[in-house]
């Protein structure tokens, strides 16, 4: 379950009840089971904060997103400081290849929130994609918060 990711260092909160072991979520402000795929989602709110000075106040987990008449949940979702989504994370267990399986689940958020950025992690391989007018960009990285809020 706690598996070295390519993602920096973060200085997550953890704790075990019995068998269990918990991550304390700073954006939901509360313990979580620390599922692979959770594991994931922490480093990367963490990378979002840290790394890429994106304010936490603008970052929502698990965002409910309706999906004809379904109530789906972005892992992660930014916003703009005027509430609008400007960036859709997607993350999955270590294990799980980011693929066009993992793409199309993404795009069904993505066609409701209408974004300008996606990102697609297991932790280990990253997928960021911008969108240039009606196509879309591989990225090397992800901008930090202020030069992504001005593409």
């Known amino acids: 379950m706690i598996v070295p990711l390519n993602l920096p260092k973060a200085n997550l909160r ?4 019995g068998k269990q ?3 304390w979520c700073i954006i939901r402000q509360m313990d979580l089971l620390c599922t692979p ?3 994931v989602r922490q480093h990367v709110i963490h990378y979002l904060i840290n790394e890429k000075q994106f304010p936490k106040g603008l970052i929502a987990s698990e965002y409910v997103v309706e999906y004809n008449g379904m109530k789906k949940r ?3 979702v930014v916003f703009d400081k005027n509430n609008s989504p400007i ?4 993350c999955k267990a270590p294990e799980i290849d980011i693929n066009e399986k993992v793409l199309l689940q993404i795009a069904t958020y993505n066609s409701q929130l ?3 950025y996606l990102f697609l992690t297991n932790g280990i391989k990253h997928q960021i994609i911008r969108r240039e007018g009606e196509s879309w960009k591989k990225l ?3 901008p930090n918060y202020v030069n992504l809020r001005k593409s």
């Open 14 to 17: 953890l704790k075990r009840k």
């Open 21 to 23: 072991v918990f991550v």
């Open 37 to 39: 795929e959770e594991w």
């Open 74 to 76: 972005a892992d992660v």
């Open 87 to 90: 960036l859709i994370i997607e």
């Open 114 to 116: 209408n974004v300008p």
């Open 140 to 142: 090397n990285e992800l």
